[in-house]
């Protein structure tokens, strides 16, 4: 049976500086997961503590019976890891040591490391991916020595998603794969179903969650227009056996929010869906 997880959700409202995710909150998260009836977590905001603090927070979600899976790459300005190839190295290099702190197995990436989920405009692809393969490369090398993964996220656009397919192909890693975006693919052309499909054996981790095709809502599954049965159906195409891990928001100002009735649905919804 497979496994169903959920990211770590901030119970402050809505989440200010990253440092406001502390240890406290964190574990209260953790809490909160495992008492649904989730098993695995994805740490949203995981890459300002320490590594002794991140294998702190390991200890606990192992002590209480949830499996770390994955961290999101972060650094101080956010989900885009800096303005030059030397910061991003450095902040992706420091998710891979929080990563392996924390017990878990993939890096969630946005790339363009420079630009996140998005080629700008009129971009320089092969600048682009010079960039990329100066900071991916040696990270990689650096992941596979720590037995982490490194999984890059798509945007929503097919453009942006045959980009990060065609740098895995030229980067050749063995601990370098993809994470599919539900909710990214479902606002523009590429759509959830066919990302999965086109990812085939690099599909390494999900950050499933729904919305209208409109606005990127992280809203449990089944609450938006997303066609999830053939969702599921592409992933027993491609043999994907990890966990079902939901991304779901701790901030949404621009909606009714319900943090607790949220969680649920996604623990409920996704078991239903999945056939579970």
């Known amino acids: ?17 990253t440092t406001d995710f502390d240890m406290a909150a964190i574990q209260r998260s953790l809490d909160r997961n495992r008492a649904l009836g989730y098993e695995t977590v994805e740490y949203s905001h995981l890459c300002h503590l320490t590594t002794d603090e991140a294998s702190e927070i390991g200890a606990y979600a192992e002590s209480i019976g949830l499996e770390s899976w994955s961290v999101h790459a972060e650094s101080p ?17 420091n998710a891979i040591e929080v990563c ?8 969630v990436v946005h790339a363009p490391i420079l630009l996140g989920l998005t080629l700008g405009d009129l971009p320089d692809i092969p600048e682009l991916l010079a960039q990329d393969m100066a900071v991916l490369g040696p990270a ?9 993964e490194l999984a890059l996220e798509n945007g929503r656009t097919l453009a942006h998603w045959v980009y990060i397919l065609s740098l895995i192909e030229q980067l050749g890693a063995d601990h370098l794969g993809v994470c599919v975006d539900t909710g990214h693919a479902n606002l523009g052309d590429l759509g959830a179903p066919r990302a999965i499909r086109m990812a085939g054996p690099r599909l390494l981790t999900l950050h499933l969650h729904d919305n209208w095709g409109e606005v990127d809502d992280h809203l449990p599954p089944g609450q938006g227009n997303i066609d999830w049965p053939n969702v599921l159906s592409a992933l027993r195409e491609v043999g994907f056996s990890r966990p079902l ?14 943090q607790a009735l949220e969680m649920e649905l996604g623990y409920q919804n996704t078991r239903r869906l999945a056939g579970l």
């Open 1 to 17: 049976m497979k496994k169903i997880g959920c990211n770590t959700l901030y119970d402050g409202g809505e989440l200010g500086l």
């Open 245 to 258: 891990q939901l991304e779901l928001t701790d901030r949404a100002p621009h909606r009714a929010y319900d």
């Open 100 to 107: 392996y702190a924390v017990g878990a197995q993939v890096v």
């Open 77 to 93: 300005f956010g989900f885009v890891l800096g303005a030059t190839e030397e910061e991003a190295t450095g902040y992706l290099n």
């Open 140 to 148: 990689q090398t650096w992941a596979a020595e720590r037995g982490v």
